[in-house]
T-cell receptor, first 114, second 114 residues
């Protein structure tokens, strides 16, 4: 079974600054994928970024980057140059290669201040 | 544009009613999921299906059942709604192509049981 831990219930960040959202995980799967999703107040879940456990490079997608430290079992999301539209809840999730489902953390609410 | 569509954004039902939440995806995905989202708990898996007429219990299946008669449609059924089932319900789908891929989500159904 997978376990995802997000220890920051809420964070404030100033517009144009970077913010790091923490995520640690635990799994017995030899191969797995890590995901970050954004959920604005409207409720839909938006896929942001993916990191495979055997990927050599940290994943990046525009202003999103994933700081993957496999030995520490952490997969932190970095949002650079924050914008007001980044205010949302962010979820870390993972799926093992032998598993059908995504397991989620409790989420972190990010509020961007002007 | 790929899509997962849930039949209702908001529902209000009475205690004891039988409730149907419908989800349709147009991506020909094998896997479909029902999650429940509550503050501080993240997303918890209720049921999932990896093929037509196949279903598996997730982490919190009590009080729920599901139906998957066609590949594109996955229904969640609350046999006798109770107030502790007031929550946000999210449907998702994903492919099973031998690689770990992201799940796509519907817009969510906010269910209130009174």
């Amino acid at each position: 079974a997978q376990k995802i831990t997000q220890t920051q219930p809420g964070m404030f960040v100033q517009e144009k600054e970077a913010v790091t959202l923490d995520c640690t995980y635990d799994t017995s799967d030899p191969s797995y994928g890590l995901f970050w999703y954004k959920q604005p107040s409207s409720g839909e879940m938006i896929f942001l970024i993916y990191q495979g456990s055997y990927d050599q490079q940290n994943a990046t997608e525009g202003r999103y980057s994933l700081n993957f430290q496999k030995a520490r079992k952490s997969a932190n999301l970095v949002i650079s140059a924050s914008q007001l539209g980044d205010s949302a809840m962010y979820f870390c999730a993972m799926r093992g290669v032998n598993d059908y489902k995504l397991s989620f953390g409790a989420g972190t609410t990010v509020t961007v201040r002007a | 544009d790929v899509k997962v569509t849930q039949s209702s954004r908001y529902l209000v039902k009475r205690t004891g009613e039988k409730v149907f939440l419908e989800c349709v995806q147009d991506m020909d995905h094998e896997n479909m999921f029902w999650y429940r989202q509550d503050p501080g708990l993240g997303l918890r898996l209720i049921y999932f299906s990896y093929d037509v007429k196949m279903k598996e219990k997730g982490d919190i299946p009590e009080g729920y059942s599901v139906s998957r008669e066609k590949k594109e449609r996955f229904s969640l059924i609350l046999e006798s709604a109770s107030t502790n089932q007031t929550s946000m319900y999210l449907c998702a789908s994903s492919s099973w192509a031998g690689a770990i891929t992201e799940a796509f989500f519907g817009q969510g159904t906010r269910l209130t049981v009174v």
